[in-house]
Structures are given as structure tokens and as C-alpha cells.
């Protein structure tokens, strides 16, 4: 059938794929509620005489309707692949006259490595998994590696395939809208006058927030405070009892220097948020007790964190963790891959 790719038996996925596309696919973020704007700014309704500009109507949900425009983009790319490399493999098939089967058998199959129990580990841990999670089976790890050599095979050998054709996709893809971000009189790392900015809304007690730590650790190593600067902002989500405890805790600990350390702290330790885990949290750095507790009593800082989450409602900003480097978003808790492209983007100036 065009457009489908009818692939051997030794193709086919393994169970530890679907398991693994559950624990760290679209689960990387948790939402607020339910946002792009793309090509001109038409009137789009008329009340007494006044015009109604898209820009006007799509500002609050302009980041959620890019996110459609998007989705329907990558939709229609991947039916545009599919199908064309379904022609190439049937060209190829009868160019060496064999079945399609036989065609990926002859240029993808035959055998692969072993893979070694550290290299289960090592992809685990890059999922953020562990084998002793109940839902992850070791031999299901392997037989998965395994698959996925098979199937890298037959990447190349497609790819070959298109580079020798000079396939060229032709479906626009969308423009991300550029958000303007406040970064005044929240915490911040790095040099105010970076060519890059990373502002963070997150949420203390969202669980994927917490997997943003080894990313933004490795943003900060390889670029360094020069080049990128990072800015948090709170979005506490309204399902999350101690978000907001938390939140207004790290704005009195950033008034004692104290910011990112308490940060760490308790994102490490997600399940002691109350107000006697804060104060201790706030000993153990060494701040001073009396001016902390003030502040967090009187809960100083309330306004701050409720502005904070104002403006990432009226951005269509509606997931936690998300993040908007130099005006483009990311949501959820991507990879570090993914905010290395848009970083390097920025720096080159594209």
C-alpha cells in the first residue's frame, strides 16, 4: 500500500519501545490548561463599526494554535517521507529485482553486536530510567538495542536512497511566533548582557520540572555564563498544593544570595515541600533564620510569583516545565539535543 512501509518481521518494535515512549515521551510536562500566529494580520470580526486584528484575538493562544500549525506540519512531513521512501524501496526492489522484503533483508538484515548490560544502563540512564523501575525487563532493554541497530540499518540505507534521488519536501513548515518574556526582577545566572537567554517557568513540585536540572547543568557547563543566561519564573500549577509555598521560599532565599542552591535543593527532593521542610532547607544553606522566616511568613513575595503566572497565562503558556529561549518556545522536559540546536540557532544569529 503507498505510504506504508511493510517492514520484515525482525523490524517489528518490542514492547520496551511503547514503555519507554510512555515514561519520557509526551509525559515530559504537566499542564496548566490549554496556544501560534502565523502569516499576516487580518480582521478577523466586526463589532460596532471596529475591526477585530488576529494579533488582537490570537495573542493569548498564539503559542497553542503554533503548536497545531506545527503538529499539522510534522504531520503531513512524515506522510511526504513515508510515501516517498515507500517508492524508492518498491524502485529499488525492482531495479535489483527482488521482493521488498528480500531488498531490506539483503541491505538492512543479517546479524548485530551483543549488547552488554552496560549498555542497557547507560541508555536507561538517559531516559531517566533505572532497572529496578517494576515496568522495565532487562531482556526487553537488549531485544529493543538490538531492534533499534536493525533499524538505524535501515536509516542509512533509506537515507542513500534519498540522497541519490535529491528529494526535496516542498510543505512550508510553519514560523514559531517570537514571545516577549520579563526577565526583570526575577532570579537569573549568568551575564545579563548574554547573547542568549533561557527563561525557565516551572513549578517546584511538577515532577518533569525536576528533569530539567541535568540539562540546564549541561547548558550551563558547555556555554558558559558569557554566552547564555538563565532566568527562572514561577508557574505554580494550580493541581500542586505546595508550589506556591515553594515559590515564595526561593524568592526569600534569593534575597540572601541563596537563589539557585535552594532551587537545587528542592527540586533533589520533591517530596518535602512544607513550610517546616523550606525553613530547614533554608539552615541548611546557612541564611539567616529570622529574615527568611519573615519573609516567608508574611509571604513577601506573593505578588511576584502571581505576576509571574499571569504573564505566562496571557503568553499561552499552559505546561510545566517550558521555556523560552530568545523568544522561542520549547515545552515540556525536552532533551538536551533540542535546546542545543536553539541555542546555537541564537548565537549565529539564524
Known sequence: MAGKLNLPPHFKNYAIGGVIGLLVGAGGMALFGGDGLSGGDPVVATYNGKNLRASEAFAPVKSRLFQLEDEVYRTKEQAINDTVEQRLIDAEARKQNVSVDQL???M?????AEVTDEEISTFLASKNLKLDDPRIKKDDVREYLKYRQRFEKRQGF???LKKNASVVIKV???????LEVTTDGYPSWGNPKAPVTIVEFSDFQCPFCSRALPVLAQVKKDYGPDKVRIVFRDMPLPSHDRAVPAALASHCANEQGKFWEFHDALFSDQGK????????????????AAKF?????SKRHMETVNKSKREAESLGIQATPSFVING???QGA????KFKVKIDKALSGS
Open 104 to 106: 531490506l533483508e539483503k
Open 108 to 112: 538492512t538484515g543479517g546479524p548485530v
Open 158 to 160: 533509506v537515507a542513500d
Open 172 to 178: 512550508k513548515e510553519p514560523s514559531a511566533p517570537k
Open 273 to 288: 515541600l512544607s513550610d517546616t521542610d523550606l525553613k530547614a532547607v533554608a539552615t541548611t544553606l546557612k541564611l539567616d
Open 293 to 297: 522566616n519573615e519573609c516567608f511568613d
Open 328 to 330: 522561542q518556545l520549547i
Open 334 to 337: 525536552e532533551g538536551y539535543d
